[in-house]
């Protein structure tokens, strides 16, 4: 079975600072990892995705995410946050084969201006 | 390209009312996943469907849910009887099969489903 851990369920930072989102993984089988992100009222939209074709994943609005083998980790970066990016952050993982994908709690990101 | 499409947006309701949530998938999509959102329990799958054929209800909490779907462009999500501890918001996600699991889920707005 698989499973992701998000630590901390809020983070705050400063508008202009580093965005780190924490994400760590359990899979049986080499896994697909996910990065979704929800709005206020809306539903989860994909910020990217690692299929094992590249390491290092760069998605929308400026993020990215590094696949760790070693650490069971896939971490979520932007280097500079902006106030647009206050939204809740979900880590999701599929073992493949089609079987369900598992969220993370989600991680609610505050950006002080 | 239309989204996922969920109605009603909003469903207030008197507890022991029956109450049904629609879903639209996104067309050509082979999945279908309906999910439970609360402050306390985070997202919760309830079931999905692959080529309109319920795959997995584990997560559906008791026989008060039930979910059909019966055409490719369709589905139900039905509380009968609802009690005020199923208010939560409920989404609905299509994906595509295909690289064996690696296809995103493209997620509706959700109903916010209140029970009094």
């Known amino acids: 079975a698989q499973s992701v851990t998000q630590l901390g369920s809020h983070v705050s930072v400063s508008e202009g600072a580093l965005v780190l989102l924490r994400c760590n993984y359990s899979?049986?089988?080499?896994?697909?990892l996910f990065w979704y992100v929800q709005y206020p009222n809306q539903g989860l939209q994909l910020l990217l995705k690692?299929?094992?074709?590249?390491?290092l994943v760069k998605g929308i609005n400026g993020f990215e995410a590094e696949f760790k083998k070693s650490e069971t980790s896939f971490h979520l970066t932007k280097p500079s946050a902006h106030m647009s990016d206050a939204a809740e952050y979900f880590c999701?993982?599929?073992?493949?084969?089609?079987?369900?994908?598992?969220f993370g709690i989600g991680t609610k990101l505050q950006v002080i201006p | 390209d239309a989204g996922v499409i969920q109605s009603p947006r909003h469903e207030v309701t008197e507890m022991g009312q029956e109450v049904t949530l629609r879903c639209k998938p996104i067309?050509?999509?082979?999945?279908l996943f309906w999910y439970r959102q609360t402050m306390m329990r985070g997202l919760e799958l309830l079931i999905y469907?692959?080529?309109?054929?319920?795959?997995?209800d584990s997560g559906m909490p008791e026989d008060r849910f039930s979910a059909k779907m019966p055409n490719a462009s369709f589905s139900t999500l039905k509380i009968q009887p609802s009690e005020p501890r199923d208010s939560a918001v409920y989404f609905c996600?299509?994906?595509?099969?295909?690289?064996?699991?690696?296809?995103?889920?493209?997620f509706g707005d959700g109903t916010r489903l209140s029970i009094l």
């Open positions: 469907f692959n080529n309109n054929v319920p795959i997995d």
């Open positions: 899979s049986s089988v080499p896994p697909y």
């Open positions: 999701a993982v599929s073992p493949g084969g089609y079987q369900k994908v598992t």
């Open positions: 067309s050509g999509h082979d999945y």
């Open positions: 996600a299509s994906s595509l099969v295909g690289g064996g699991g690696n296809q995103p889920q493209h």
């Open positions: 690692y299929t094992s074709a590249a390491t």
